[in-house]
């Protein structure tokens, strides 16, 4: 069994969180002021997530020079970076603009993988190829990180980049029926698909590398997410994720390591999490009733092709169906296990001055947030749909769509998100 530090401190931590605590290995949530204590010393492993509305910058700007230096010292000294996404772009060799942007990513570079699919969008310097499942080439089936692997496999992919260089493990093979590209994100089609280029140019989805004494893994795509929509399923690339901290356990001579607290192994008021375990139960009711309702809109205009966001091969009012009939079971799920879980995962809230773009949240202010989103959307809703719409992730904090289902930091990704915390084992893994 390994320790495995993930970053809460920005983005989506809980699939990476779940499929490796299931595994049999000891996780936990650390933020920028544990990173600049040097807690992550204690630990095997290091991963850093997708991000959330802010991407890259949202999880890199907390941490700042020396928060990126910190994290690249640790890897020099034998540590293992395993990134996703956003994850992987704030270790790669990145655009010179975005570093203008964000300069302490260059403290953080760990590898010469260059990102691929550079471009002006909403994500900052990076265009999207799309979202849902690729197919990936196995190009290094004798790596352990590829131990397992078929020769071809599907992995989700959500905006995220493609390399060139580094030593790659996978290639860019083509699109399943379920992507979409993000030329199509508002209907129509286009000649010219990005991720069809990617294909035809052979670029890498994943590649990994050495770095001083350490390992660097980059998943530009998502194997800790699953294929459904709510993304909270197990896919067959979680193995990859798995087997990166069994390749890092084998080379590292599994040292030991000093222990360091972190921020989540304060103790919680039990006044607090007394009160959020008497009112899971009456939050998620609330929960259902708000996607009954909302439900009874799916026909309106707001859901129109162009004038919402498909993906994953799905029409934008098949997504906001699929979505709200989801959330009340997910929530239910987590609600289920919050008399026996321990008080980390139920309660935890990151102090209001962070400023955290997500994420790590406990399972009743997860369940907090998917409450507001779809009070927000009903709110939000207006006779007549949204007028007009020139970019998928227009209006993002305000559309019902994207409050309700447009991403995996929408109510469905929050009700999973609290759901997948509820499927770790019973274990003290944030609190001592």
Known sequence: ????????????????AAILAQAGHEVRFVFPVDVLAGALESFDAFVMPGGAYLAMQGQLD????????????????????????????????????????????????????????????????????????????????????????????PVTHYNGPFFTGGQVLARVQGRGPRFTPSESFLGGASGDHLVDRASAAGVANIVVGDRGRGRVVLFGSHPEFGSSLSLED???????????????????GRPDRPHREVFTDQPLDSVLVDSDRAGIEPLVARITERCARLRDRTPESWLDDGAAMSMFGES???IWTAALDEIPGLAAEAASAAATMPADLLSFRSPAEWAVDAGYLGVHPLLEVVDRQLADAETNWRDGG?????????????????LVAGSYLAAVGGAASAALLSRMPNQELASI
């Open 1 to 16: 069994m390994s320790r495995v530090a993930i970053y809460g401190g920005g983005g989506s931590p809980y699939n990476h």
């Open 62 to 153: 907390p941490l700042g020079v020396e928060g990126c230096r910190a994290i690249r010292q640790y890897v020099e000294a034998g540590g293992m970076y395993i990134g996703s996404c956003a994850g992987s772009y704030d270790a790669a060799t990145v655009p010179a603009k975005f570093l203008e942007l964000c300069p302490a990513q260059g403290e953080l570079c760990l590898l010469d993988a260059e990102v691929w699919n550079v471009g002006e969008s909403q994500f900052g310097i990076l265009e999207s190829p799309g979202i849902g499942e690729l197919i990936a080439e196995n190009a290094a089936p004798d790596h352990p990180v590829m131990a397992g692997m078929p020769e071809t496999f």
């Open 234 to 252: 197990t896919a067959l690339s979680a193995r990859m994720l798995t087997n990166a901290v069994a390749w890092q356990l084998d080379e590292s």
């Open 316 to 318: 934008p009012r098949a």
């Open 386 to 402: 949204p007028g007009d719409v020139t970019d998928p992730y227009d209006h993002m904090l305000e559309s019902p769509y994207h």
